[in-house]
């Protein structure tokens, strides 16, 4: 089954939500790696390179994976979840979405503000151009120092989710022992014996 229904989620959902996992937590360890090197290093240049170049895949993604939840809806949350744990499943996912557009989406503006103008070339295969930088961020380098501390600041924010996110579904499957979990790992019906 490609669609989600009103019980589970299609091999669509499913897909861009692993890929997605696996992307953007690799490219928060991938960023971290950057940043510890020395910066004044020439060979950083392909790392910074490679991380941009996946930075707008999981961009394009991104959007891709919106558009798809827009026309094809999650299932129902489980029955018999509290008002308050409703409301924080639908805030957590608000801002994992929201964190997967801002990560990518501000590296680029980063990148943009940036005063040495270096050119992104994704995967060495097309050169994509710099965005607009609103002049509300002041002169390049503050702008550009701005959106690092934007940026930064959503990877760690984007960690924190995952872990309470991965917790969330922990307790759903081994603690209320609902369908939550395992909807997200197979098509699969649901097993009776829940």
Do not use: C
Not at 28 to 33: C, D, E, P, R
Not at 89 to 98: C, I, Q, R, S
Not at 112 to 124: L, Q
Not at 127 to 147: I, M, R, S, W, Y
Request: overall charge positive; glycine content about 6%; proline content about 7%.
């Amino acid at each position: 089954m490609l669609r989600n229904t009103t019980t589970g989620y299609g091999l669509v959902a499913i897909a861009f939500h692993w890929t997605m996992a696996i992307l953007m937590l690799g490219m928060v360890a991938f960023g971290l790696y950057m940043t510890s090197l020395d910066q004044s290093d020439p060979s950083l240049y392909p790392l910074y390179q490679l991380h941009k170049s996946i930075g707008l895949v999981v961009l394009t993604l991104a959007v891709l994976r919106l558009a798809w939840r827009f026309v094809n809806p999650s299932p129902k949350l489980p029955e018999g979840m509290a008002p308050v744990e409703r409301l924080a499943a639908h805030l957590g996912h608000a801002g994992l979405y929201g964190l997967i557009l801002l990560l990518p989406f501000s590296g680029w503006l980063m990148v943009s503000a940036s005063p040495w103008g270096i050119p992104t070339y994704v995967f060495g295969l097309f050169q994509v151009p710099h965005l607009p930088v609103p002049a509300a961020l002041g002169d390049k380098a503050t702008a550009e120092a701005l959106l690092k501390q934007v940026h930064e600041i959503a990877a760690w924010t984007l960690l924190a989710l995952v872990a309470a996110h991965a917790a969330a579904a922990l307790k759903h499957h081994f603690i209320a022992r609902d369908d939550t979990l395992r909807r997200m790992v197979s098509t699969a019906p649901a097993r009776a014996d829940i």
